[in-house]
């Protein structure tokens, strides 16, 4: 028997052609979007408003390819880690980030990447394939239970930081901000989800052409075009100034200031020297920069920045005039923080 279709992958008109042939009210279209969407359903014997033999019609033909949460680790400091299952087998980490009335939940959208960034773990893994709209959602409904369950409180934020870079799986991204932001879906307010790249300046455009009214996070990294292309590649067919150049069309055009993410290595990137470089990239673009606790990966190349050498660095990015932020990372011991996942756990099976 072939395959059965992702009911959850369908467009509206596909669903609307496949309800016809079955000779099934066009009406039934709406209730089976509630149940795949609003409602989360897991299998389609909880649509509880369909005919049944609609239901076995559905099983027969689709399936719902849920996501399943297949093991948590939980830090010290309550961050949550969650190796999530995907239906054929593979796995994903997403991540679960308390902090007062904050729940975030930073999610992957791709098994692995195909970028090589030299702090990152997740570099290691080779990219298995791009994530669907409904495994990225998946992600957002079980870290909202994981933090009813653990903290009694709702999800407030999404981040899409985890494995793999989103730009370049933007359509299922897209799809999945408009299915996690609509009435019919979640209904979160765009404002509260941050997508995160690693620099690809065409699709920092088209992502402002979305007009998703979604916050944008690049991972700057280095101060200068040298620097930054020694610890990501990416950079040399995606220069500073052609990210500036997108950063600046992102703010002309959808008014939301971008965040410049700037993960702190020692005697790498946070010298005085490097401050003032990055405060002429910051002084270019309207912006505001996070400054990130550097979390050593096993066999890197990279310390962390600390003490007075990273209170220099920032005291003169502050003083510069930029809008500067100390991230202190968390879930550490967990390997959750950033730039960690996939670091020690059954993910490295699926390196090759
Ligand atoms: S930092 Fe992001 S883009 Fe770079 S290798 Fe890691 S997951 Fe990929």
Partial sequence: MPDKKNIRALSDEDLMAWLAKEKEPAFRSKQIKEWIWKKAARNFREMKNLPSGLIEKLENEFELGPVRVNETQISSDGTIKAAMLLSDGLVVESVL?????????CVSSQVGCSLSCKFCATAR???KRNLLASEIFDQVVLMDRLAREH????????????????????????KSVRIITSPEGLGMSPSRITISTAGIAKMIRALADENLRVNLALSLHAPDDAKRSQIMPINEVNPLEDLKDALRYFYNTTGIRPTLEYVALRGFNDTPED??????????????????QYNPIDGG????????????????????GAITTIRRSRGKDIDAACGQLANKNKLSEQKQ
């Fill in 301 to 320: 190349e990279f310390l962390p920045s600390y003490g007075n050498q990273l209170k220099r660095f920032t005291d003169l990015l502050k003083k510069g």
């Fill in 275 to 292: 401050a003032r470089k990055l405060l002429t990239v910051t002084k270019s673009i309207v912006s505001k920069i996070n400054i990130i």
């Fill in 151 to 174: 903290y009694g409180q709702a999800l407030t934020h999404i981040v899409y930081m985890g494995m793999g870079e989103p730009l370049l799986n933007f359509k299922e991204v897209v």
């Fill in 125 to 127: 893994i080779k990219r």
């Fill in 97 to 105: 980030i308390p902090k007062g009335k904050r729940m975030t939940a």
